[in-house]
């Protein structure tokens, strides 16, 4: 439902890649909106399609093509922005580019270029952005870093990607996001490399970010527990489509689709006793990518399946309540009605 509240709104987004092997269809036709100075949680297994679905977002999809769907941004300075139509290396989306959204990226190694310091590489965003000479770019770089708690920043910045610790590169990555206060923050696994104290920290700096000046984050995670705590509301990927969506309190309280039911069940809970029993685990993984599962692609796993419509038939998304919405035949009014 489309508001003058939303920051993003995403329709129908679907992204392949062309591969030697075949074509794999990353997401498969997601859509979602993201309001101004809220969180919207992304969970689901690795191969889901969250981190294809983020990066599209910045038009850094490639070898990805964006094949149908629109990505619809209202940036306060340009005006409402049809993402899907820039061109990728143009002066557009390059001055959109950590200035209004910005992506903390999952993987701390390979975030920074191994030739330039950590000063060059993050001073380089501000200059671009903030128009400020290079001294005092440095000295926002020292505070950024302060602010996520990286040690001794002012030595930091002279270093090279290779000479610090994998939490600490992450704790950079953070701040380079964070530098030019961007409208909207895409954080992709942001705290993986980091120890359960600085996460916290960390957690405390994008909720403080949030409140203050009104940023809207989309956060990818594992972590179904940070994401109760930092998001409003929670969105169920799996195999490249959205198969639940739904304020977070809702969902975590009574989750309709059998996938989010395996995902919750599969973390401890200090409220249950379990008296020796094992965690329930889901079985099997994720589908081949070259080759989808006909009908619902979660059908081979789900021990609900309907046989003869859920391994036949598509599931479209149904409207739980006015803010909840899943992809499953259990509740599907035709299919109901003829049981």
């Known amino acids: 439902m489309t508001t003058e509240n939303n920051l993003l709104e995403v329709k129908d987004l679907?992204?392949?890649?062309?591969?030697?092997?075949?074509?794999?269809?990353?997401?498969?036709?997601?859509?979602?909106?993201?309001?101004?100075?809220?969180?919207?949680?992304?969970?689901?297994?690795?191969?889901?399609?969250?981190?294809?679905?983020?990066?599209?977002l910045l038009r850094i999809e490639a070898p990805g093509i964006i094949t149908s769907g629109e990505i619809n941004f209202?940036?306060?300075?340009?005006?409402?922005l049809a993402i899907q139509k820039l061109n990728?290396?143009?002066?557009?989306?390059?001055?959109?580019r950590w200035k209004e959204i910005a992506m903390i990226f999952q993987e701390p190694m390979t975030s920074f270029g191994p030739m330039h310091t950590f000063g060059n590489q993050i001073s380089e965003v501000l200059i671009l952005h903030e128009k400020v000479n290079k001294a005092d770019a440095l000295q926002m770089v020292i505070e950024s870093l302060r602010s996520v708690g990286m040690p001794r920043p002012e030595k930091v910045i002279n270093q090279y990607p290779h000479q610090i610790s994998g939490g600490q590169r992450q704790r950079a990555m953070i701040a380079m996001a964070l530098a030019c206060n961007p409208e909207m923050l895409i954080a992709d696994e942001p705290t993986t490399a980091l120890d359960v104290s600085t996460e916290a920290q960390i957690l405390e700096v994008l909720a403080e970010r949030q409140k203050t000046l009104n940023t809207a984050i989309l956060y990818i995670s594992h972590n179904l527990g940070v994401v109760s705590n930092i998001a409003d509301e929670v969105m169920v990927m799996y195999l490249g489509q959205i198969v639940e969506h739904a304020p977070v309190d809702e969902l975590f309280r009574a989750p309709k689709h059998p996938y989010t039911v395996a995902l919750l069940n599969s973390i401890p809970r200090i409220d249950k006793a379990y008296h020796g029993q094992k965690l329930e685990v889901l079985s099997g993984g994720i589908p081949d990518p070259y080759n989808h599962p006909p009908g619902?692609?979660?059908?081979?796993?789900?021990?609900?399946?309907?046989?003869?419509?859920?391994?036949?038939?598509?599931?479209?998304?149904?409207?739980v309540s006015e803010t909840w919405s899943v992809a499953c035949h259990l509740y599907s009014t035709s299919i109901n009605s003829e049981k």
């Not at 209202?74 to 409402?80: I, L, Q, T, Y």
């Open 14 to 56: 679907k992204v392949e890649f062309k591969l030697r092997q075949g074509t794999v269809t990353a997401v498969n036709g997601v859509s979602f909106q993201l309001k101004k100075g809220k969180v919207l949680g992304v969970v689901g297994e690795s191969g889901s399609g969250k981190s294809v679905t983020a990066r599209t």
């Open 74 to 80: 209202f940036s306060p300075k340009h005006g409402e």
């Open 88 to 96: 990728t290396t143009g002066e557009l989306i390059r001055s959109i």
């Open 296 to 319: 619902c692609k979660f059908h081979p796993r789900c021990p609900k399946v309907i046989k003869g419509v859920c391994d036949k038939i598509q599931p479209l998304q149904h409207a």
